[in-house]
């Protein structure tokens, strides 16, 4: 009997690189078969939603199931193609659990890039930027996104300002300063493209701040009087940009 | 040399039961006692930042750092009490991962009480309330707060539904519904008080929501077009609260 496979977030949802029209045939990659077929214990006929940044989603069959992994037969659209609106996250990475964890609630709350900086008190030297996009393709799959968000080749803050796209603002969350709190900020910049600037444990360097607020595409914002965690500090600025400038708005 | 005892985040700061006052003497417990001597390699004369909830924020030097422990003298006071905006955050537990990071993000956040709720679809049946208490503590003297935020005794909702203080508005993050966006919710209901309430993975019971949506007190919002997990629905949502109504609006 085909019936449709289920988590406890609803409907299995995979990311494939395929194109999805109907009547396609889409091979899994391992780890996606695997998943489907021992720890789903998917058969025959079940059905699933594909989507690939692309074609928006569809309802699939799985035709295969076997030793030699699982194709699915694409049936019909679920879901026209959308995006996320357009707000880049750019950070400082911080340790493992974090940045994995980081990089799964960006891409829930809805960021269409995630750019990794180092900055001068950056402790971590080395991205693995393949695990940064397994977690960010596992949170597109169970929040229902569309997109998978980019990320960006990990590089110092400094070459990032360099070649910095000067029409989007960038948000600098700096905890030092007397800035404007960010929803205030948000508020009063048009409509459009935005990022999120935040530094990793122990904040930005007095120069690097020197150097940020000296940019006209940078405003300082404040995020409250409490010390937060690089990664709360993160995750706080995209909700709230979300909610004032981004799709948050909307019923 | 006496000198400043100093942590990734900055000075370090503890949270202790004692009175705080010119002179007065606190005994560390063993957790903190270990932690100073052998984490932080503490040595007679350090200083550290002592707060209690009630007295305001206090430097004071190691007097004794020994096997049976350390004691403090309690200098000259930093900062006058101060208190966190009144918001509860009603959550149904998460696993264990997942509820020690909502206890620390939530306190850095800035609530006042974090009530956990079994619902329905709640898997989690025991809570560690210490646990949650240890990791309210953590974030509390990390992030800077002179106040940690009270831990309610678990209960399920109906229970808490019935003795709900009928003047504080309860704000129920719907994901099915047609809701406001949480901002606007909040906007419209005058100072004060508030409270927010997540559901677990998987979401309420429809006749869950039919209770809550009849309650007075209780406005159903929403946090956007995408599938939030559990604990990122809670952060965000106090997020905002803080944004729209709470003390992220000052300078």
């Known amino acids: 009997m085909a019936s449709d496979l289920k988590e406890a977030g609803g409907l299995t949802r995979l990311f494939v690189a395929a194109t999805l029209e109907p009547g396609a ?35 699939a069959e799985i035709a295969i199931a076997g030793k030699r992994g699982v194709a699915l037969s694409v049936r019909a659209r679920t879901m026209p193609q959308a995006s996320v609106p357009d707000l880049w996250l750019v950070f400082a990475p911080v340790k493992k659990t974090p940045s994995d964890y980081l990089t799964q609630k960006a891409t829930e709350l809805g960021v269409s890039k995630l750019q990794p900086v180092f900055t001068r008190r950056t402790i971590v030297t080395r991205l693995n930027e393949e695990r940064l996009l397994a977690n960010a393709v596992e949170a597109a799959e169970q929040s229902g996104r569309l997109t998978v968000p980019q990320i960006g080749a990990a590089m110092p803050l400094d070459k990032l300002l360099a070649i910095w796209p000067r029409e989007r603002p960038l ?49 300082p914002v404040s995020l409250g009087p409490r010390i937060l965690r690089a990664d709360t500090a993160a995750l ?11 799709d948050w708005r909307q019923n």
């Open 25 to 59: 045939t889409v091979t899994l990659d391992d780890g996606q078969s695997h998943y489907l077929l021992h720890v789903l214990r998917a058969k025959t006929g079940d059905r699933v939603l594909l989507f690939n940044g692309r074609d928006g989603e569809w309802q």
């Open 171 to 219: 948000y600098f969350c700096d905890e030092d300063g007397d800035a404007l709190p960010l929803a205030e900020a948000v508020r009063k910049t048009g409509e459009g493209a935005g990022a999120i600037l935040t530094g990793p444990e122990g904040g930005f360097d007095p120069a690097e701040r020197e150097v940020l607020r000296a940019l006209t595409f940078v405003t």
């Open 236 to 246: 706080a600025a995209v909700t709230i940009w979300q909610s004032v400038k981004g």
